[in-house]
């Protein structure tokens, strides 16, 4: 995959976007655009005791997995078992889904397909702790037949990612 050489400077360019607009805002409605920025410091106080966790994470993946290894299961030539992997680690997969972005655009650079990410994104929608809960209001056949579905559909938006790709 080719790097574009300004691939680094979109990050500062959106904070410079997000700031312009802020102080755009702040000229026509003070009051809202204080609580918004509020709401936004409070969001990144949330986010920063999880980023060494994140740092640490990543940090496994480049020091234990080898983009030989990564491609192997969940690369190009994965077939069948790359989509298997990406929907039960997705199912598997806890805590707020911002954690994983880091870690699965590292997997991506080193190998993993576009179609992989979102199948495990969208499988992770499947939540192992709440299907006690979903069963006990809707029934066992409602929990069977709507996990199915999601793990099929995870499937299905991979495979349109790939398509549109």
């Known amino acids: 995959m080719k790097k574009n050489k300004n691939e680094g400077y979109v990050g500062m360019r959106l904070l410079g976007l997000m700031v312009l607009l802020y102080v755009i805002l702040y000229l026509l409605k003070p009051e809202n655009t204080i609580k918004a920025a509020k709401a936004s410091i409070n969001i990144l106080a949330q986010i920063l005791p999880i980023f060494p966790l994140i740092i640490l994470f990543m940090w496994v ?15 190009r030539g ?3 078992k790359g989509w ?3 929907v039960v680690t997705g199912i598997l997969s806890h805590g707020p889904t911002y954690i994983w972005y880091p870690l699965l655009k590292d997997l ?3 190998g993993m397909k576009n179609g992989l990410i979102a199948a495990f994104l969208y499988a992770r929608a499947i939540k192992i702790p709440l299907l006690p809960l979903i069963a006990y209001y809707f029934g066992i056949t409602f929990v069977i037949v709507l996990t199915i579905y999601m793990i099929l559909a995870s499937i299905i938006e991979g495979k349109v990612i790939e398509l549109i790709e």
């Open 78 to 80: 994965s077939g069948t």
């Open 61 to 75: 993946v480049n020091y234990f997995i080898e983009p030989k290894t990564v491609s192997k299961y969940v690369g």
């Open 108 to 110: 991506r650079s080193q």
């Open 84 to 86: 298997l992997i990406a």
